[in-house]
């Protein structure tokens, strides 16, 4: 059995609210130091015969917007 972490993030340049949020927040904490902060979704996929082209292909139709998304995985037996 196989198991993918998938991490999916706003492309650089896209305009992140809940990142702005969140930083204001930080800074109402007193992390004053904090110059950005992005969001992004994190999936794990377990399954067998998971590889990198059926996962690439899961990230371009569902998982991911290619228009304003980037994503990355990692595949590990389990």
């Known amino acids: ?5 998938i991490y999916v993030t706003l492309k650089k340049g896209i305009l992140d609210p809940q990142g702005v949020t969140v930083k204001k927040a930080l800074d ?3 992390y ?10 994190y999936m794990e996929i377990r399954g067998d015969g998971l590889n990198k ?6 990230c371009e139709r569902l998982l991911a917007n290619p228009v304003i998304e980037d994503y990355r ?4 037996e389990v």
Not at 1 to 5: G, Q, V, Y
Not at 32 to 41: A, C, P, S, T
Not at 53 to 58: L, R, T
């Open 32 to 41: 004053k130091d904090i110059e950005d902060v992005r969001v992004g979704k």
């Open 1 to 5: 059995m196989s198991l993918a972490r």
């Open 28 to 30: 109402s904490f007193g």
């Open 53 to 58: 082209d059926i996962i690439q292909e899961m």
């Open 73 to 76: 995985f990692k595949i590990e």
